[in-house]
């Protein structure tokens, strides 16, 4: 495996405040990696320390092999070979959206023929053939980050650095828009760093992710060991719709007040006292006037399209958060059963 990105202990301070506290991962080559994380942990600071627009404190990166920053060296942006695609679309408004695909080839001296060839193929890329003679202001939201993608492309990046691309975008374009995005990596080859404050959206697109807080990685890994391994209960309590009760754990199971379930643990995991996990697909809803492990009462509802999503306080004390597919309101009386859970480590 070939490194796309490496870094090594980066920080950076504002203000002697670290925005970004000695971070260090890698990205494979060809890899699409994600750093999710709310507001002001620090995500985009981590990317313009990538891409040469701020210096680093300390530590140290590497693109494809060659170092950028640290030890005393720091290659200007434009020499990194990076493509940045900011939430803003960045488009030069007087250019149609051909000539501004084309401007970094020109820019480094392509002939006019040999540019018009290639932003040819960077636009099929991102399918935007038929607009090639519009102006930006005639392009939707959408539209306007494709021709960034294409420019990004044309630029030559074999790492393209994403803030938040999508953020400005309608929820339903959003949906498409992940679509062409993966599409639009898979064909790139590029090695892809993209962030973003949506822990639904970096499921959706990353091969591995991380979730930042505070200037920091709480834990790197692909979207399915985050969902359902969260190694922490920050990290449990910000990826999905999850409740973290307080149980015993024993040799694979939990005791939530008397009633035991699965539970899954990391291995050495001792007996006793411990936090888990349930999320809503965990727990199944027993019929009505059924026997079930455990009973409570409906607090508060959402209606999520075609599922229902209620907080239950449970008689025992808990609260757990269930979906069902029949309504259900305020008040209503619920038996449940927990199918499996997730013991938290530590
Ligand atoms: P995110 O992209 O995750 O929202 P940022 O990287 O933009 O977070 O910011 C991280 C922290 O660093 C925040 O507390 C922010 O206020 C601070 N910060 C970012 N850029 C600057 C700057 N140029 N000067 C001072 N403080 C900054
Ligand atoms: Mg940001």
Same mark, same amino acid.
């Given at each position: 495996?070939?490194?796309?990105?490496?870094? #090594?202990? *980066?920080?950076?301070?504002?203000?002697?405040?670290?925005?970004?506290?000695?971070?260090?991962?890698?990205?494979?080559? #060809?890899? /699409?990696?994600? *750093?999710?994380?709310?507001?002001?942990? &620090?995500?985009?600071?981590?990317? #313009?320390?990538?891409?040469?627009?701020?210096?680093?404190?300390?530590?140290? *990166? @590497?693109?494809?092999?060659?170092?950028? =920053?640290?030890?005393?060296?720091?290659?200007?942006?434009?020499?990194?070979?990076?493509?940045?695609?900011?939430?803003?679309?960045? @488009?030069?408004?007087?250019?149609?959206?051909?000539?501004?695909?084309?401007?970094? @080839?020109? =820019?480094?001296?392509? %002939? +006019?023929?040999?540019? =018009? $060839? %290639?932003?040819? !193929?960077?636009?099929?890329?991102? %399918?935007?053939?038929?607009? !090639?003679? #519009?102006?930006?202001? !005639? /392009?939707?939201? &959408?539209?306007?980050? $494709?021709?960034?993608?294409?420019?990004?492309?044309?630029? &030559?990046? +074999?790492?393209?650095?994403?803030?938040?691309?999508? =953020?400005? /975008?309608?929820?339903?374009?959003? &949906?498409?828009?992940? +679509?062409?995005?993966?599409?639009?990596h898979r064909s790139s080859g590029a090695t892809t760093l993209y962030i973003t404050h949506d822990q639904r959206e970096a499921m959706a697109l990353a091969d591995r992710m991380a979730v930042m807080k505070g200037g920091r990685f709480l834990q790197v890994g692909t979207p399915q060991e985050i969902y359902e391994r969260p190694g922490s209960v920050e990290v449990a309590a910000f990826i999905g719709h999850g409740s973290v009760v307080e149980v015993y754990y024993r040799d694979g199971m939990a005791d939530l007040s008397g009633c035991r379930f699965a539970a899954t643990a990391v291995s050495g995991q001792p007996e006793g006292p411990a936090r888990a996990l349930v999320r809503p697909e965990g727990i199944e809803i027993l019929d009505a006037g059924a026997e079930g492990q455990l009973a409570g009462t409906v607090r508060s509802v959402l209606y999520r399209g075609g599922i229902w999503e209620a907080v239950l306080d449970l008689d025992a004390g808990a609260s757990l958060t269930v979906a069902h597919d029949a309504p259900m309101r305020v008040g209503d009386r619920l038996a449940i059963r927990i199918k499996r859970a997730w013991v938290l480590p530590g």
């Open positions: 495996m070939t490194t796309g990105i490496e870094v #090594r202990h *980066i920080g950076k301070d504002y203000a002697g405040k670290p925005a970004v506290a000695e971070v260090s991962f890698t990205v494979a080559d #060809r890899e /699409l990696f994600v *750093i999710v994380g709310e507001s002001g942990c &620090g995500k985009s600071t981590l990317l #313009r320390l990538i891409a040469g627009l701020e210096t680093p404190d300390c530590g140290e *990166i @590497l693109l494809h092999g060659a170092r950028v =920053a640290g030890q005393g060296t720091m290659v200007p942006p434009e020499q990194r070979g990076t493509g940045f695609v900011f939430q803003s679309y960045a @488009l030069w408004p007087h250019m149609t959206v051909r000539d501004n695909v084309a401007f970094p @080839l020109e =820019a480094c001296g392509m %002939s +006019r023929k040999q540019a =018009a $060839r %290639s932003v040819e !193929a960077h636009l099929e890329t991102v %399918s935007m053939k038929e607009l !090639a003679a #519009r102006k930006p202001e !005639a /392009l939707s939201g &959408g539209q306007r980050q $494709r021709v960034a993608l294409a420019r990004c492309l044309a630029g &030559g990046a +074999r790492t393209i650095l994403m803030d938040e691309p999508l =953020a400005n /975008l309608d929820p339903h374009l959003r &949906g498409t828009m992940e +679509r062409e995005l993966l599409h639009f």
